[in-house]
């Protein structure tokens, strides 16, 4: 898993790529943490991300709640073809990107 954080004066981009398993949760949560200190729109590249764990879900999930209550918004890019296969199986889609 490669996560690169990039924050300019308007917003923050996070990029995911390769796979976030239950190992790899702890340094997206590390990156979780540091957009959640400077709220400010984000959006999440995950275009060239194949899988996530659900403690990723969690985390992602867990941003956007604190985003929304400081007024900004959570964007996501296009995902993988096989990430979003995952995601609209098990319900995740429509929870986190579609609310």
């Not at 917003?11 to 400077?38: C, M, P, R, Y």
């Not at 007024?71 to 429509?94: A, I, M, R």
Request: hydrophobic letters at 40%; proline letters at 3%; a neutral charge.
């Amino acid at each position: 898993m490669h996560a690169t954080l990039k924050t300019t004066a308007k917003k923050h981009k996070l990029t995911l790529s390769g796979e976030i398993g239950f190992a790899e949760t702890n340094a997206l949560w590390d990156a979780v943490q540091q957009i959640a200190q400077q709220p400010k729109e984000t959006q999440i590249d995950w275009s060239n991300l194949s899988r996530l764990h659900y403690a990723g879900v969690q985390t992602l999930f867990a941003l956007r709640k604190t985003l929304e209550e400081q007024g900004c918004k959570l964007q996501f890019s296009e995902p993988n073809p096989s990430l979003y296969q995952q995601l609209h199986t098990f319900g995740v889609w429509d929870a986190l990107i579609q609310a």
